[in-house]
């Protein structure tokens, strides 16, 4: 009876430890709203939660990668976080819509202008970026979270292949493999090839149609033409066979 009660009061001990330690375990993340797919453009969300019981977060920092710089990055409003892009110069231009671009987006930077993520609580900042990188399978974010009470907690270690996940891990964002229409232009035109096509068979068919409109009118007109003759013709004859015929009489 006494060992089954230790056990009881250890399974519930085991679980409270649990529940207590149970946020130790959430970090920042990222997810894309969909899919994120190899020189696509994406809409991905950075997911940070509140570790602190007596604190709210007030900043939050991602840092981009500059070995795979994206060259567009555009966040969304939200309302009680002023937001701040910052760009720096590449090392090599990027080539985007037949453009040279020289300068990508190297950090986003959110700061709480009311009470910012409270204890409890976690917050999602979305950004829609693009074009995202070919010639890798993954990019990685370095976080930085700053509390109301000056803690600073660094999401920057990279999680190495073959061991355990770091205390502090990096959010990463795995890119899947490219589509035909990626960018959007193979579809456009596909579809361009597709309606030029329609149009000028249409235009064919009803060129056809009138030209043989065209066609069968001018016969009738013919037709017309040589009928009211040959009724003008009897018309004469058969008059000048009447006035015969009374002379006669």
Do not use: C
């Amino acid at each position: 009876m006494k060992a089954s009660r230790i056990a009881a009061v250890a399974a519930v001990t085991g679980t409270a430890v649990l529940a207590v330690t149970s946020p130790a375990f959430a970090h920042v993340s990222v997810e894309p709203e969909g899919t994120a797919a190899k020189g696509g453009y994406a809409v991905i969300d950075f997911k940070v939660p509140n570790e602190r019981d007596d604190a709210s977060t007030t900043k939050v920092e991602v840092n981009f990668p500059t070995d795979h710089p994206v060259a567009s990055v555009m966040p969304q409003p939200m309302a009680g976080w002023k937001i701040e892009v910052t760009k720096s110069k590449l090392a090599e231009p990027l080539e985007m819509h037949g453009e040279k671009i020289d300068q990508a987006v190297t950090k986003v930077t959110w700061t709480a202008a009311d009470k910012g993520i409270e204890p409890g609580y976690f917050q999602k900042f979305p950004l829609s970026v693009g074009a995202l990188p070919e010639n890798t399978d993954e990019l990685v974010f370095k976080a930085i979270q700053t509390y109301s009470n000056k803690e600073v907690v660094r999401w920057i270690e990279v999680q190495q292949e073959g061991q355990e996940e770091p205390e502090n891990p990096a959010p990463v964002l795995a890119l899947s493999a490219a589509t035909d229409d990626h960018h959007g232009s193979a579809a456009a035109e596909d579809t361009a090839e597709e309606t030029s096509a329609t149009t000028e068979t249409t235009a064919s068919d009803d060129s056809d149609s009138v030209g043989g409109s065209d066609t069968t009118a001018r016969v009738l007109g013919v037709v017309g033409i040589v009928v009211g003759a040959a009724g003008v013709a009897y018309g004469v004859l058969a008059g000048r066979r009447r006035s015969t015929t009374g002379t006669e009489a």
